[in-house]
Nanobody, 124 residues
Framework: VQLQASGGGLVQAGGSLRLSCARS????????MAWFRQAPGKEREFVAG???????FYADSVKGRFTISRDNAKNTGYLQMNSLKPEDTAVYYC???????????????????WGQGTQVTVSS
């Protein structure tokens, strides 16, 4: 499985962006997928996750503002980000778990496949 994240950019506070995670190298249904982010000088942190069954999980800092989804027909995951804040500035990574692997949505170790990251910058 290869993942390609895109959709990042520069946006003003209060604006919106939609990130995409295009999946290739596999025709199987998307397994558990997540978005993480890493700001300069900080550790990578969980943002949102969607399980194979469709359950969603969010970090407290983005609840009510971000929505994770996927389109199995298009083999693509999404992260809709609304009401963006300067503190959302980071490189965003999409990730997917290997089938039948141990799974805790917020743990980076749950995910075997990672995209290259896309930069999101929110200006005040």
């Amino acid at each position: 499985v290869q993942l390609q994240a895109s959709g990042g950019g520069l946006v003003q506070a209060g604006g919106s962006l939609r990130l995409s995670c295009a999946r290739s190298g596999s025709t199987s249904t998307i397994n558990h997928m997540a978005w993480f982010r890493q700001a300069p000088g900080k550790e990578r942190e969980f943002v949102a996750g969607i399980s194979r069954s469709g359950s969603t999980f969010y970090a407290d800092s983005v609840k009510g503002r971000f929505t994770i989804s996927r389109d199995n027909a298009k083999n693509t995951g999404y992260l809709q980000m609304n009401s963006l804040k300067p503190e959302d500035t980071a490189v965003y990574y999409c990730a997917e778990a290997r089938l039948f692997s141990s799974y805790s949505p917020e743990k980076a170790t749950s995910y075997a496949y990672w995209g290259q990251g896309t930069q999101v910058t929110v200006s005040s």
